[in-house]
């Protein structure tokens, strides 16, 4: 009897450790099979996203990169966070340290390694969200209307997400003040604790 009690448990935490795990592909990089595969033209990439209604976030990622895992396993694993992502944004990822050929909105071609040094990218995982439309005379960095650099918490996380997807970046309300009541609307609705 107990033997089969100690298997049964260590058989469910072996699915929920799998459930968690993310993919990682040859690149060393976690996957999400809903992250979108484009040419990574920025301005058609811009463009296709909001004929889908959505908005345009890139994430630059590194091979071995804990934050970019703590992103995958925790936060994008969670469905809460998960499906917010998924029916609002349109996400292409870049490798920090990649290759792949890039065109910027300015028209210059590169490297996603040139590109994140063009745009002052240096932590894993940045992501740098786009503008509705297309801008004139910048390249991507400047045309993000935010970045998030680093790894942060669950409600940090969709904060900035939820913030940028009401355009916040337009209004009076900074992202902190934002996050800061989004919080106390959480604790009032029982949803977090005091901390």
């Not at 049964?8 to 968690?20: D, E, H, K, M, Y």
């Not at 910048?138 to 969709?158: I, N, R, S």
Request: proline share 3%; charged share 30%; glycine share 8%.
């Amino acid at each position: 009897m107990l033997r089969t009690m100690v298997l049964s448990a260590l058989v469910s935490l072996i699915a929920a450790l799998a459930a968690t795990a993310a993919e990682i592909g040859d690149d060393g990089l976690h996957k999400q099979d809903w992250f979108a595969l484009t040419f990574r033209d920025v301005a058609e990439d811009i463009e296709a996203a909001r004929e889908e209604g959505k908005r345009l976030v890139l994430v630059f990622e590194q091979r071995g990169c804990i934050y970019c895992a703590k992103m995958h396993e925790e936060l994008l694993s969670d469905p809460e966070v998960r499906d917010f992502v998924k029916a609002n944004f349109k996400v292409v990822q870049y490798n920090m340290f990649g290759d792949e050929e890039v065109t910027d909105l300015d028209g210059e071609v590169l490297t996603e390694k040139t590109a994140a040094r063009k745009w002052s990218y240096v932590f894993t995982p940045t992501l740098a969200f786009m503008p509705e439309e297309l801008p004139d005379g910048v390249d991507a960095g400047e045309a993000a209307v935010a970045t998030m650099p680093g790894a942060f918490g669950k409600w940090t996380f969709l904060h900035m997400f939820e913030w940028v997807r009401a355009k916040g970046y337009e209004g009076d309300e900074h992202f902190q003040k934002y996050h800061a009541r989004r919080l106390d609307e959480l604790r009032a609705a029982g949803r977090l604790g005091a901390e």
